[in-house]
């Protein structure tokens, strides 16, 4: 091939169709737990975190709720991911090889919202959301009182797992989307790049990052995954309330677990029958989904 302006739009043109070809190929899993919000700046403020009100009867004038002026921010961070191919290769029509480097650029893509949304669901009691407590705290204040998203045991913690609700538009997790993936190139004859090391340059860079929505939406549990700690789970959840008393509704749909618990997952929501035969209560009662960014 000679290498010229042509050549070089043709080559890239056939290095993103690979690109886009494994975008599509990766499976997603992120926008499960998470909502994405776009972003136009360096970061977000979420005010309005934290302030559930509940419909009241109208009996005279509104009233206004006031929400809740927290000033939770996510920052976004940019990622990258660059690869070379050499010039000598282009020439000699050897660029063929590289066509499963950039499906795998596009599908390593693909897959990074779900690591950066699961790898912030695992480090959940120790990052702090909007009320300044850990995403996973025995006390977040409600009102005058306080209120636990997690169940653990007395001792001896088993690997935790998570009880979901995906259901209302504000979910447990937030994806913050500035830049999206796009694969770019730096290959003209008279970037220092190619000038001094013959090496044409492809790369993917995006801004995002992620923080965390409702605590209220998420329970972390470290006891054994079974129907009885599933059941205290579920209760646990359905127990929230507002700052004025009102129930929340919460009603649990998804169970996330790592790939060691899914035997287990299975038997509390998968099996019809449980271990003696008996009709198992909780089939169907949440859906099943296994991470392996919980690992």
């Given at each position: 091939?000679?290498?010229?302006?042509?050549?070089?739009?043709?080559?890239?043109?056939?290095?993103?169709?690979?690109?886009?070809?494994?975008?599509?190929?990766?499976?997603?899993h992120y926008?499960?737990?998470?909502?994405?919000?776009p972003?136009?700046?360096?970061a977000?403020?979420?005010?309005?975190l934290g302030?559930?009100?509940?419909?009241r009867?109208?009996?005279?004038?509104?009233?206004?709720?006031?929400?809740?002026?927290?000033?939770?921010?996510?920052?976004?961070?940019?990622?990258?991911?660059?690869?070379?191919?050499?010039?000598?290769?282009?020439?000699?029509?050897?660029?063929?090889?590289?066509?499963?480097?950039?499906?795998?650029?596009?599908?390593?893509?693909?897959i990074?919202?779900?690591?950066?949304?699961?790898?912030?669901?695992?480090?959940?009691?120790?990052?702090?959301?909007?009320?300044?407590?850990?995403?996973?705290a025995?006390?977040?204040?409600?009102?005058?009182?306080?209120?636990?998203n997690?169940?653990?045991p007395?001792?001896n913690?088993?690997t935790?797992?998570?009880?979901?609700?995906?259901?209302?538009?504000?979910?447990?997790?937030?994806?913050?989307?500035?830049?999206?993936?796009?694969?770019?190139?730096?290959?003209?004859?008279e970037?220092?790049?190619?000038?001094?090391?013959?090496?044409?340059?492809?790369?993917?860079?995006?801004?995002?990052?992620?923080?965390?929505?409702?605590?209220?939406?998420?329970?972390?549990?470290?006891?054994?995954l079974?129907?009885?700690?599933?059941a205290?789970?579920?209760?646990?959840?359905?127990?929230?309330?507002?700052?004025?008393g009102?129930?929340?509704g919460?009603?649990?749909?998804?169970l996330?677990?790592?790939?060691?618990?899914?035997?287990?997952?299975?038997?509390v929501?998968?099996a019809?029958?449980?271990?003696?035969?008996?009709?198992?209560?909780?089939?169907?009662?949440?859906?099943?989904?296994?991470?392996?960014?919980?690992?």
């Open positions: 091939m000679v290498i010229n302006k042509t050549s070089l739009d043709a080559l890239f043109k056939a290095f993103n169709m690979a690109f886009q070809s494994g975008l599509g190929m990766a499976e997603s926008d499960k737990v998470s909502m994405t919000i972003s136009a700046t360096a977000n403020t979420y005010p309005w302030k559930l009100p509940s419909m009867e109208w009996l005279g004038d509104r009233v206004i709720e006031n929400l809740a002026l927290h000033d939770y921010t996510i920052k976004n961070k940019a990622f990258e991911q660059t690869v070379g191919v050499r010039g000598s290769d282009i020439e000699d029509d050897q660029y063929g090889v590289y066509q499963p480097l950039f499906q795998d650029l596009g599908n390593q893509a693909a990074h919202p779900n690591q950066l949304v699961f790898t912030a669901l695992a480090g959940g009691h120790e990052n702090s959301c909007f009320d300044k407590k850990p995403f996973f025995k006390d977040h204040p409600v009102g005058e009182t306080t209120a636990s997690l169940l653990a007395s001792s913690p088993k935790p797992w998570y009880l979901l609700c995906t259901r209302r538009p504000i979910r447990p997790l937030i994806f913050q989307r500035r830049k999206p993936y796009n694969l770019r190139r730096l290959d003209r004859p970037d220092e790049n190619v000038f001094m090391r013959d090496e044409y340059l492809y790369g993917v860079d995006a801004r995002v990052n992620v923080g965390y929505g409702l605590w209220q939406t998420a329970v972390r549990c470290t006891k054994d079974d129907a009885a700690s599933y205290e789970a579920r209760a646990l959840m359905s127990s929230y309330r507002n700052e004025a009102t129930p929340l919460l009603v649990p749909n998804l996330v677990v790592p790939p060691t618990l899914e035997s287990a997952a299975r038997k929501v998968v019809a029958t449980a271990a003696n035969g008996a009709t198992n209560e909780w089939a169907g009662s949440a859906e099943l989904l296994v991470s392996p960014w919980l690992a």
